[in-house]
């Protein structure tokens, strides 16, 4: 018999407990883990719902109107986000980003970024903090998220051609309205703007170029990513996976580009720029170039799991001391023992297989415990 399995909502990835130090020394603000990587950037989920349906990431036939989504009781209330952000730029956290599912569709947003906007590094510098959306709602929400001390926002974007991009959201959702948002968040003073496009080989490779033609000249960098197999519903296949190399020959062709040096070590975008001036683009090669041997971040899912990998199977339950008896000394350090074992590098490991036929049929069978949606942890 066919039977539909609906996760228990706390349950639904494998999480582990994390162990407190005996003698916990205080965090120092430069942590390495076992591969010397030091951590720089924790991306917060705030919600795992969303009011689109990309098929790359929540597929409308898994992500329906049975789909078992947090209770608002599981999730971490703002207080409990603040005070973990807080531990963690005691760690060495320069930059926050808040993301989902569609972080602007959790109540009173602008609340948590102004107790966020209040944090500062260990030498008193204000983090860096961001946030991820779909557009949807940005028109209506750029000014008082400025207002409450956001810095910048990435808008995602797959088309410009509205058939193209109401299929890929699979809401209906009009291009208009993403660009109302954008614009509106560069009235807000929220730039530089990024702009993500996830580039599906068949289903949007056509908009390449015309996106390009769009946002260039204008303060918007416009950054296109590699489709991902993250999660375990999207049915990803390499063959829809067009490269980013690919992608620049295409505007190079058109709009000749130029290489660019890299603002920081562990920046996923490569960067360059038009030869006549009119702005930059960047492209993130996830699958074909993998940047494992950079990646200094770390992920806070929505209920409260820390996450060290976008592809990871297991998290570590931070909620659980939160809503224990536990002191923030305790809990610095359980996240410096977390950081200090992590040794992942699932991309690097993936083009090492893909590069070998024989391999990558291996890489679709996904071992137990199944591994972390993109909605749930953010991209
Ligand atoms: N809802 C917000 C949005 O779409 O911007 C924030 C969360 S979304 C999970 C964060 C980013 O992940 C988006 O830029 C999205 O395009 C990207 N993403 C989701 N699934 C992906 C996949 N399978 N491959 C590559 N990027 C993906
Ligand atoms: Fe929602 Fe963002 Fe995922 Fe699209 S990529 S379904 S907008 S969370
Ligand atoms: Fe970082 Fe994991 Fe992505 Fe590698 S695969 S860059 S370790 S998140």
């Known amino acids: 018999m066919n039977q539909r399995v609906i996760p228990v909502a706390d349950l639904r990835y494998a999480a582990r407990a994390p162990r407190i130090p005996l003698h916990a020394a205080p965090p120092t603000g430069h942590l390495a883990d076992r591969l010397g990587r030091p951590l720089h950037d924790l991306r917060i989920s705030v919600t795992d719902r969303c009011n689109f349906r990309c098929s790359y990431c929540m597929p409308k036939d898994v992500f329906d109107k049975d789909y078992a989504f947090l209770p608002h009781s599981s999730l971490l209330s703002f207080e409990e986000i603040t005070r973990t952000a807080r531990l963690f730029a005691a760690h060495g956290v320069r930059k926050i980003r808040l993301t989902g599912g569609e972080p602007l569709l959790r109540k009173n947003l602008e609340v948590l ?67 109302d948002g954008i614009n509106a968040a560069q009235r807000a003073g929220l730039g530089p703007i990024k702009v993500n496009m996830v580039v599906k080989r068949g289903t949007n490779d056509a908009e390449i170029v015309p996106m390009a033609r769009h946002f260039k000249g204008s303060d918007v960098v416009l ?31 058109e709009h000749p580009l130029v290489p660019m040096d890299a603002n920081d070590a562990g920046e996923t975008a490569k960067r360059w720029r038009y030869a006549d001036g009119s702005g930059e683009i960047g492209v993130i090669a996830s699958v074909t170039q993998a940047f494992c041997r950079d990646c200094n971040r770390a992920r806070l899912s929505t209920e409260g799991k820390l996450f060290l990998c976008l592809f990871a199977n297991h998290g570590h339950d931070l909620r659980a001391l939160l809503r224990t008896d536990h002191t923030d000394a305790q809990i610095a350090a359980a996240i410096g023992l977390i950081w200090q074992g992590r040794d992942d590098r699932y991309s690097e490991l993936r083009g090492a297989a893909l590069s070998s036929p024989s391999a990558a049929p291996a890489l679709a069978a996904e071992p137990a415990p199944r591994r972390v949606e993109m909605h749930y942890i953010g991209g």
């Open 223 to 253: 950054r296109f990513i590699e489709y991902m197999d993250v999660g375990a519903t999207n049915g990803w296949r390499m063959d829809e996976v067009l490269p980013s190399a690919s992608v620049v020959a295409r505007i190079h062709a």
């Open 113 to 179: 970024v102004a107790m966020l906007a209040a944090l500062r590094t260990p030498d008193g510098v204000p983090l860096d903090l961001t946030l991820t959306t779909n557009g949807s709602l940005l028109a209506r929400k750029a000014q008082a998220l400025k207002d409450a001390g956001l810095k910048r926002v990435t808008v995602s974007l797959d088309a410009l051609d509205d058939a193209t991009f109401r299929r890929m959201n699979d809401a209906d959702f009009p291009v208009a309205d993403v660009l």
